[in-house]
């Protein structure tokens, strides 16, 4: 339509002087006007040239006084030939109107105004302000003082319109082809191929963003985590398994059998399967012995032991049940010194809160070898969380069951300006070793993290329900960056 109106114009006519009076004595948009003429000049069918014009328009004020008339009118028609008491004009009146027009009619001497009493000085007055006003809203020609005046009263303000004037380009005609895309079975047999025009191509053109997959920013701290324990040497655990047996989530631990841990409030107990079907008897029985009377110089919890309570299945509470499987494997064969990681989920029956679910996933590394001690432990520890990034690491005493000694690491978080808890570590018991069969002088050495916490601080997310679980937004995973540990981790607050 309006393609069509420019074209055939042109056609018959030099040119278009102005695109605003042509849209408007056709009754068609000027923005589409505009369009239209932008388009027919990017492909020369038509040479079209800038305009621009300066206009004046009412601003919301300037448009109250052209329909109600000017505040000086208003006040001047609000005061009666006798005159009127100040306060009685002023209740009459908007309060912006009594005091701008006040002011406007006392500088044209129209009124007196007393403290008391306002009177007219004249008889008549002409509303030349709605008059100007009215002027301008019809685009009709104003002298420049009075512009000025109404300027300096912020009753109109400046705008500046922009159009085209528009002649014939380069490759003008009266109607525009449509290029064709493609050619088709049809254009060949009707032969119209040979007059179809072709649209060039762009191959310069973006094609469209490709969809591949996304990692999970878990999925990649855990790929880095991953590399720093290959790097240092550890072997993978084999954690395929989240349902585990009592026996080796607690009881292999040496974690009693009252222990609150061991509680349903606490652990998500398996209904069916409800118990495991085989546990190496003969290491069964010492571990029974040790939880009941002790050995290896310990003096034992001193209760009974109940098989029962070992065969219950769960899911998993930590990773530390694959590492007690691990080391009962590794003591059946001669000793040799091993270096074992894991990073896998476990499951905690926790009421669930913002850093808090039911389930997560722990990174957890393990080291075994003749004579360790606890510095070898601190030692590792600065070793691995330095790779992390935490190169700042104090440790506090703390207990586990299966731990002696044991403690938390904390680092210092240089983007929070203060220590924050980030794991959990200790040397294994001889009460949990010595059962197992390995040798007196053999040490385990082992630590524990969640991967949750650490890739919570390294992407700025303060919810862990914004992390994982179905409240987690498709757009975080497809836009977030690659994950470097280090320098960036200490970097974000
Ligand atoms: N299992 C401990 C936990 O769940 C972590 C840990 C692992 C502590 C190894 C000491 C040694 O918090």
């Not at 014009?53 to 005061?79: C, H, M, N």
């Not at 209740?91 to 005091?99: M, P, T, V």
């Not at 790097?231 to 989240?242: A, D, H, I, K, R």
């Not at 079907?277 to 919890?301: A, C, I």
Request: charged share 30%; net charge neutral.
């Amino acid at each position: 339509m309006a393609e069509e109106a420019v074209l055939r114009y042109l056609e018959k006519n030099e040119e278009i002087s102005d695109s605003g009076e042509f849209a408007e004595d056709r009754g068609l948009s000027h923005d589409d006007i505009v369009n239209i003429i932008k388009s027919l000049n990017g492909f020369r069918l038509v040479d079209a040239q800038d305009i621009k014009k300066e206009r004046w328009v009412l601003t919301d004020e300037g448009k109250k006084y052209a329909e109600a008339g000017s505040p000086e009118v208003q006040l001047f028609l609000a005061i009666p030939a006798e005159g009127i008491a100040r306060e009685d004009l002023q209740k009459k009146l908007e309060s912006s109107i009594f005091k701008i027009g006040s002011q406007q009619a006392i500088k044209n001497k129209w009124i007196e105004m007393g403290k008391s009493q306002v009177s007219r000085k004249v008889q008549q007055v002409e509303d030349k302000i709605k008059i100007l006003l009215l002027q301008i809203q019809n685009g009709e020609a104003v002298s420049s003082e009075d512009i000025d005046a109404l300027k300096r009263r912020k009753l109109i303000t400046q705008q500046i319109w922009k159009g085209y004037s528009v002649r014939k380009g380069p490759k003008y005609a009266p109607k525009r082809k449509k290029a064709a895309t493609d050619l088709t079975r049809e254009n060949i047999q009707r032969g119209d191929w040979k007059e179809l025009e072709f649209k060039e191509y762009n191959f310069s053109a973006k094609g469209q963003p490709l969809e591949g997959g996304h990692l999970h920013p878990l999925l990649k701290v855990r790929r880095q985590v991953q590399m720093i324990f290959l790097q240092m040497g550890f072997e993978e655990m084999p954690t395929n398994n989240f349902v585990e047996s009592s026996f080796w989530n607690f009881d292999a631990l040496f974690q009693p059998q009252q222990h609150p841990a061991r509680d349903s409030h606490d652990t998500f107990f398996l209904k069916e399967p409800s118990t495991t079907k085989t546990l190496p008897e003969d290491y069964v029985d010492r571990v029974k012995e040790v939880h009941e009377n002790g050995g290896y110089g310990s003096r034992g919890y001193g209760y009974e032991w109940k098989r029962e309570e070992a065969n219950k299945n769960l899911l998993r509470t930590h990773t530390t049940a694959v590492s007690s499987r691990m080391l009962y494997l590794l003591a059946q064969k001669p000793f040799a010194p091993k270096k074992y990681y894991s990073i896998d989920r476990v499951f905690r029956n926790e009421a669930v809160d913002r850093t808090h679910l039911a389930e997560f996933h722990q990174i957890e590394g393990v080291m075994c070898d003749r004579g360790l001690a606890l510095s070898d432990l601190i030692g590792v520890l600065h070793e691995f969380f330095s790779r992390l990034g935490m190169s700042k690491l104090r440790f506090k005493p703390a207990y586990n069951p299966y731990t002696e000694p044991s403690m938390e690491i904390f680092s210092y978080h240089e983007g929070f300006k203060k220590w924050v808890e980030v794991g959990n570590s200790g040397m294994f018991r001889p009460e949990m070793l010595q059962p197992m069969g390995l040798p007196e002088d053999v040490q385990v050495i082992a630590w524990g993290l969640s991967l949750e916490r650490p890739t919570m601080i390294l992407y700025g997310i303060d919810n862990i329900r914004d992390l994982f679980g179905h409240k987690v937004d498709l757009g975080l995973i497809k836009r977030n960056p690659v994950c470097r540990l280090g320098l960036q981790y200490m970097d974000s607050a």
